[in-house]
């Protein structure tokens, strides 16, 4: 059973920067894309950045970033450790919110597996 370990969140003042970390876990699938969501109290969860294979070794890879976010967040992986970390610059407190990590399958259009989540707290 694949699982998705979260970490990284906490509270961090305007301007300040933190690093999610989210970690694949048993289990062995073909995961195309990996992604960080967000979703502050009462309102839907949306995608901040995206990291998907070029080469099936994910040697090459594109990414991907809300507007809201670029320039200020990064999105990279880590293959040794079935890693992809999210770090984030020049936090404000529009950036507060649960933070998940997703992966999608190779041959699929949605993601089908999710951390716990993770929660990032900007003040002000």
């Known amino acids: 059973q694949v699982q998705l370990v979260e970490s990284g969140g906490g509270l961090v003042q305007t301007g300040g920067s933190l690093k999610l970390s989210c970690t694949v876990q048993?289990?062995?699938?073909?995961?195309?894309?990996m992604g960080w969501f967000r979703q502050p109290p009462g309102k839907k969860r949306d995608i901040v950045a995206s990291?998907?294979?070029?080469?099936?070794?994910?040697?090459?890879?594109?990414?991907s970033y809300a507007d809201s976010v670029k320039g200020r967040f990064t999105i990279t992986t880590d293959n040794a450790k079935k890693t992809v970390s999210l770090q984030m610059n020049s936090l404000n407190p529009e950036d507060s919110a649960v933070y998940y990590c997703?992966?999608?399958?190779?041959?699929?259009?949605?993601?089908?597996?999710w951390g716990q989540g993770t929660q990032v707290t900007v003040s002000s």
């Open positions: 997703g992966a999608r399958l190779a041959g699929q259009t949605n993601y089908d597996y």
């Open positions: 048993g289990g062995t699938v073909d995961i195309a894309s």
């Open positions: 990291i998907t294979r070029i080469s099936v070794s994910w040697s090459r890879s594109w990414t």
